[in-house]
C-alpha cells in the first residue's frame, strides 16, 4: 500500500483579527506553484485511487489543483477529519471509508501531515513546507511504524 501526503499550497495571510480563520484560499503564488509541480508529479506517475481532502478552501484547491494536473479522474474526496490538528488514527480513518484503495493521497495541514509521515516511518522528523509532498510504502496494511519513506519532495523542485 502507498500512501502520499500533499501539503496545502502558500496560502493567504489570515485575518488579525481571527487568528482561527479557515477561509484562507491559496495565494497566486501558491497556485501557480502547483501547477508548476504538475509536470513532475506526472513524472513520477502519481496515481492515488482515492484523493482525501481537508474541507479548508487552502487544501481543497490544492487538492484540485493535483487532481487536474495529474490528469486524474477522481475528484478530491472532503474529510472533515483532515481539518488541522488530525493526527494519524483520524487519517486512517478517513482512508478505512475507502477499503479498495491501495494508493491513498492525503491533503491537509502541519503539522498534522509530517507528523503521520514520523508516526508511520519512525522518523525522528520529517519537514515538509507548503506544497511538499511524501510517498510512504507499507508492504500491507499502514501501522505506525511499519512504513518506509520512499521519497519527499520539496517544493522548490517544482520551480525555476
Same mark, same amino acid.
Given at each position: 500500500m502507498i500512501l502520499y501526503f500533499l501539503r496545502h499550497g502558500k496560502a493567504g495571510h489570515g485575518d488579525p483579527s481571527n487568528p482561527g480563520d479557515d477561509a484562507r484560499e491559496l495565494t497566486d503564488t501558491g497556485t501557480a506553484e502547483l501547477q508548476a509541480a504538475a509536470t513532475l508529479w506526472r513524472r513520477l506517475n502519481l496515481r492515488p485511487d482515492v484523493i482525501l481532502s481537508s474541507p479548508l478552501p487552502r487544501a481543497l484547491q490544492t487538492a484540485e489543483l493535483f487532481?487536474?494536473?495529474?490528469?486524474?479522474?477522481?475528484?478530491?474526496?472532503?474529510?472533515? %477529519?483532515?481539518?488541522?490538528?488530525?493526527?494519524?488514527?483520524? #487519517?486512517?480513518? /478517513?482512508?478505512? &471509508?475507502?477499503?479498495? @484503495? =491501495? %494508493?491513498?493521497?492525503?491533503?491537509?495541514?502541519?503539522?498534522? #501531515?509530517?507528523? /503521520?509521515?514520523? &508516526?508511520?516511518?519512525? @522518523? =525522528?522528523?520529517?519537514?515538509?513546507?507548503?506544497?511538499?509532498?511524501?510517498?510512504?510504502?507499507?508492504?500491507?496494511?499502514?501501522?505506525?511504524?511499519?512504513?518506509?519513506?520512499?521519497?519527499?519532495?520539496?517544493p522548490d523542485l517544482y520551480v525555476d
Open positions: 487532481a487536474a494536473g495529474i490528469g486524474s479522474s477522481h475528484q478530491p474526496v472532503i474529510d472533515e %477529519r483532515l481539518r488541522p490538528g488530525a493526527d494519524w488514527a483520524s #487519517l486512517a480513518q /478517513a482512508f478505512a &471509508d475507502h477499503r479498495d @484503495a =491501495r %494508493r491513498v493521497m492525503f491533503v491537509g495541514h502541519e503539522p498534522d #501531515l509530517s507528523e /503521520a509521515v514520523c &508516526d508511520l516511518t519512525g @522518523a =525522528r522528523a520529517v519537514r515538509m513546507r507548503k506544497g511538499g509532498l511524501a510517498c510512504v510504502e507499507f508492504p500491507g496494511i499502514p501501522e505506525p511504524g511499519a512504513g518506509e519513506l520512499a521519497w519527499l519532495l520539496d
